[in-house]
């Protein structure tokens, strides 16, 4: 059974902010199909690539605002995998550079259990052979 002693982390840059909860990461690789009169499917018209994400924390400490700041000032910050200790995750390495927050939902309380803030964004910097290992 692993030790899950990783996880990934927002950070501004060497400052860890907060552990993320969830993350779901969107990418977008738009290709149109190319024809001509000769023939079907000759070639492809690429799309600037995109990525987008939804990410999870608990709104507990300080956490939840510093992001909605973050967000508020336009501030770029990183996600990425942050090693307690162990060797337990599928990467060593794992970075999503100059992300930043589109969208901020604070939840309600409740009386079990913390409350969740949930932040949308886009990543800027993104698909570098070095930012994943």
């Known amino acids: 059974m692993s030790d899950w ?22 990418f ?12 079907d499917n000759v070639g492809v018209v690429s799309q ?8 999870s924390l608990k709104a507990i400490g300080p956490s939840a605002a510093t992001l909605t700041q973050l967000a508020l000032s336009r501030t770029k910050f990183n ?10 995750w599928s990467f060593k390495k794992l970075l999503f550079r100059d992300c930043l927050i589109t969208q901020a939902n604070p939840s309600n309380t409740t009386p079990d259990g913390a409350p969740v803030a949930s932040f949308n964004g886009v990543i800027l910097g993104f698909g570098e ?3 994943v290992e």
């Open 79 to 88: 996600i990425q995998l942050g090693v307690q200790s162990g060797n337990d």
């Open 28 to 39: 977008a690789m738009q290709r149109t199909v190319i024809h001509s009169i000769e023939a």
């Open 129 to 131: 052979t070095s930012d």
């Open 48 to 55: 600037p690539r995109t990525a987008t994400f939804q990410m």
């Open 5 to 26: 002693n990783t996880r990934l982390v927002v950070t501004v840059g060497t400052t860890v902010i907060t552990p993320i909860d969830s993350f779901t990461p969107q």
